[in-house]
């Protein structure tokens, strides 16, 4: 099967299609043959050696996790889903998935079926922005109706999503366009504040809670006086990294059907121009997703 490699650290230059042997399934796991893949920071991240590559080991290594496609096989004990399904999910995160490829092989209960008004494109842009935003928000600050809720880079592809899943709960919502957007972050007594930006505007985010507010830190990484500063303030926080959860992917179902969830696509690459997708992504002004089209 084809896939992408990542052949060495580097820029986007190290990543290869390459010729590669088929995975099989194993127990409680499916075969799932690949649609879509989506593009993430975290790929970039980890390409670099930096993100998540630790986990995933040394090269060369199949990068990827988002993904979407048909199952085609399904191995001892799976009874979650049916050969033909169309799933997503962002499967086995952090260790490797190997999502840029026409096949991958993943415990059944990491995936979802695909809502009905999603396109596999549409699918594949979904699970690890959501999940990253759905776990923030609704699993751990636990945002509902009347609170306010800040989100810091409001135009990528988990804020905007974030946004939406927030507004749908009730939430109040205060959303920047980045770095450059310092007027939003003049606000003051937010119940929790989601950061997809990092750099110096940690400590701005820190400004607008309230006591007993939760910070949520997905891009930067706090100080040791940024934290201490918090505790002064009666103010929380935490570093999340998202969860693989195919429980929590049925959820879109329910927000995209009722019309209240709706991915942004920037724009559509082929699995060959993975390395275009990559550059497309760090040079930055992304709105939304970028995918991946592998297979019919």
């Avoid at 804020?159 to 003051?188: F, M, P, S, W, Y």
Wanted: hydrophobic fraction near 45%; proline fraction near 6%; charged fraction near 25%.
């Amino acid at each position: 099967m084809r896939a992408v490699l990542v052949t060495r650290f580097g820029g986007p230059d190290v990543l290869e299609v390459a010729e590669v042997e088929r995975p099989s399934p194993i127990s409680t796991e499916v075969l799932v043959r690949v649609v879509a893949a989506g593009v993430n920071p975290v790929d970039c991240k980890t390409r670099r050696g930096d993100g998540v590559a630790r986990w995933v080991g040394p090269p060369p290594f199949i990068i990827g996790w988002d993904v979407c496609g048909v199952v085609e096989a399904m191995g001892y004990g799976v009874t979650r889903f049916a050969v033909g399904d169309l799933v997503f999910g962002m499967p086995r995160f952090p260790r490797a998935a190997g999502a840029y490829a026409e096949y991958v092989t993943a415990p059944s209960r990491q995936f979802a079926r695909v809502p009905k008004a999603t396109s596999p494109i549409e699918a594949a842009a979904l699970p690890l922005a959501f999940l990253t935003a759905w776990q923030c928000l609704i699993e751990t600050a636990q945002i509902r109706d009347g609170q306010t809720a800040l989100i810091h880079g409001a135009g990528g592809g988990v804020g905007h999503l974030a946004v939406q899943i927030a507004k749908a709960h009730g939430a109040r919502v205060i959303a920047t366009t980045g770095r450059n957007d310092r007027e939003a972050l003049q606000a003051r007594e937010v119940d929790a504040a989601l950061d997809l930006v990092g750099g110096d505007d940690i400590q701005l985010l820190l400004d607008t809670l309230r006591s007993g507010g939760l910070l949520l830190e997905v891009a930067g990484y706090p100080s040791d006086e940024l934290k201490a500063a918090a505790k002064e303030r009666s103010v929380r926080v935490l570093e999340p990294l998202v969860e693989p959860d195919g429980h929590a992917l049925e959820q879109i179902a329910t927000l995209v059907d009722s019309g209240d969830l709706k991915v942004i696509i920037d724009e559509v690459f082929p699995l060959e121009r993975a390395g275009a997708a990559h550059e497309r992504l760090e040079r930055g002004g992304v709105r939304g997703k970028l995918i991946l089209e592998v297979g019919a």
